[in-house]
């Protein structure tokens, strides 16, 4: 068979309109916009509308054994959608409904490629006084493999990561057959992945390797009437670290806790990286910038969460001033879009303002991001601080405590300019020392690993628990079709 001929043999499942192998089309899919791994090959995309059609597609692959990737929008930060031995890749974003939306048990039945503006327009507009949480990633990107990978939204501090928000999915075996995972198996309800074994497991953190998503229950939350941000400035990271972990742990209706650098909020804020201090400590500027959002049900109990807040950041000697007054004091240095934003909006940032970073002229950007005890905090910040300073790079660190303080992110982005060949080679550099060094943290793991990581975590993992995992991915996969070269379950 060559493609053409499957090419036709799956325009009778989605349509001639909606499968290509035409070298544009090919092209748009064949790597991640953003990231400085290397490039993949995409031989046919397809964008199916069904669950069904997503069955058929699936066992197509498997008679002739080509790869199959899913994908929604492919700047995942990894390249973890990136097709690395060419084949199929599945475009799911026609399949973009919310389904039903349970506002008693609180959560929202989606499609598996529902794109977080999708998601965030239609619960604006249908269920108003309910939201979902929202990560920093472009409106455009996926919802559903958010949750597949551990994506962090900004109600991390009460729902954890978004695969803890996810209540239950349906699901597409590399073998075709659907099943489903969690309370959906046997009711119509998708309350919860209880009581039954936990088989979302065999989907979660898997890089799209073990079967294709269909739908998904996501948790909503009730808008809350009374919010603040706080936005509070420390001169340096150790600083600011121990109010924040304290912060975590007080109870005061924190939903989201996070702080940057201020070269990440730089960045965050649309600077050239060639306009800004590299090192902004050198220069005296606050280092630590704190994000600390607190909602309540009444104005009383807001006022109390919000006076407590205070006491413990002056305890700290740091000044809680709130994200609105704040960003008008904001020294010229540190203006950019924020310092508009944030006094127009009271504190809080529209969803549209998310993935506007400016990644350095040629716009690429790539992390290391890492799960981790809240131990390793600063550590972290100051080993991956001293790399990106050795290759003049402004180091963008960024940490989110997660979950009531149970665990955190620890996070240090590096831009590039995608059309300096030198700069592509630098970053990797960059990227492999900071990995290597804050390995040495124990505690610390890489989330989104790309492929250059992934055997360093075969290697470390106990080797009884590796083996299990090769052998669920054999199990689920015998072809090995989906998302080859990708993923803990690579061999
Ligand atoms: C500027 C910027 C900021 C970001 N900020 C954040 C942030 O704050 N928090 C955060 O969590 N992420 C963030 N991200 C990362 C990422 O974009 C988001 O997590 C996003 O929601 C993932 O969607 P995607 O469309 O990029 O996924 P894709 O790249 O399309 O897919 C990611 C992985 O999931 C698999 N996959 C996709 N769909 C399915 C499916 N239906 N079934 C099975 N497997 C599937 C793919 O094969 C791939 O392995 C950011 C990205 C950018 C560019």
Not at 362 to 384: A, D
Request: aromatic fraction near 10%; glycine fraction near 10%.
């Amino acid at each position: 068979m060559n493609n053409s001929d499957i090419v036709a043999e799956l325009g009778n499942i989605v349509g001639d309109r909606y499968v290509s192998e035409e070298p544009e089309i090919q092209f748009l899919y064949h790597y991640d916009f953003i990231t400085a791994e290397p490039e993949g090959k995409c031989d046919i995309a397809i964008m199916p509308e069904t669950a069904e059609e997503v069955q058929e597609i699936v066992k197509i692959a498997n008679k002739y054994k080509i790869p199959i990737v899913p994908w929604v929008s492919g700047i995942n930060f990894g390249s973890i959608a990136t097709p690395r031995k060419g084949g199929i890749v599945v475009d799911l974003r026609r399949m973009n409904r919310v389904l039903e939306v349970n506002e008693d048990d609180m959560y929202a039945v989606v499609e598996g490629g529902i794109t977080w503006a999708d998601f965030v327009g239609y619960l604006n507009k249908h269920h108003p006084g309910f939201r979902t949480g929202v990560t920093f990633s472009p409106p455009g990107t996926g919802v559903v493999p958010s949750c597949l990978a551990y994506g962090m939204w900004d109600l991390g501090m009460i729902g954890g990561t978004g695969a803890e928000f996810t209540n239950g999915l349906e699901v597409v075996l590399p073998t075709g057959e659907l099943i489903r995972a969690g309370s959906c198996s046997l009711t119509d309800y998708w309350y919860g992945r209880q009581p039954l074994p936990d088989i979302s497991g065999l989907f979660i953190g898997w890089e799209g390797t073990t079967g294709i998503v269909t739908k998904a229950a996501i948790k909503i939350w009730p808008k809350l009437p009374y919010r603040t941000d706080f936005l509070p400035f420390a001169n340096r990271v150790e600083d600011g670290v121990p109010m924040l972990l304290k912060l975590s742990k007080a109870g005061l209706g924190i939903v989201d806790l996070l702080m940057t650098n201020l070269g990440w909020a730089q960045s965050l804020q649309c600077f050239d990286q060639k306009s800004v201090a590299i090192d902004p400590v050198s220069l005296g500027l606050p280092d630590f910038i704190g994000l600390i959002t607190t909602e309540a049900y009444t104005e009383e109990q807001h006022e109390a969460q919000c006076n407590a807040i205070k006491n413990i950041c002056r305890e700290h000697n740091i000044e809680p001033l709130t994200a609105d007054v704040q960003t008008r004091n904001f020294p010229e240095q540190m203006r950019g879009v924020l310092g508009h934003i944030f006094p127009a909006t009271g504190g809080q940032l529209p969803i549209q303002f998310w993935g506007c970073w400016n990644f350095a002229r040629g716009g690429g950007g790539e992390w290391i991001g890492c799960y981790n005890t809240t131990r390793n905090i600063i550590k972290y910040y100051n080993l991956s601080r001293e790399i990106c300073l050795k290759y003049g790079k402004s180091p963008q660190y960024y940490c989110r405590i997660m979950f009531g303080g149970h665990y955190c992110v620890t996070r240090t982005n590096v831009n590039f300019n995608k059309n300096d060949p030198e700069d592509i080679k630098n970053t990797r550099q960059i990227l492999k020392e900071i990995h290597d060094a804050v390995q040495q943290l124990e505690g610390t793991i890489m989330y989104k690993p790309p492929k250059w990581v992934v055997q360093h975590y075969k290697d470390k993992t106990l080797p009884e628990t590796t083996n299990l995992i090769d052998k669920i991915k054999r199990f689920l996969d015998p072809n090995n079709i989906m998302n080859p070269g990708q993923g803990i379950g690579d061999e």
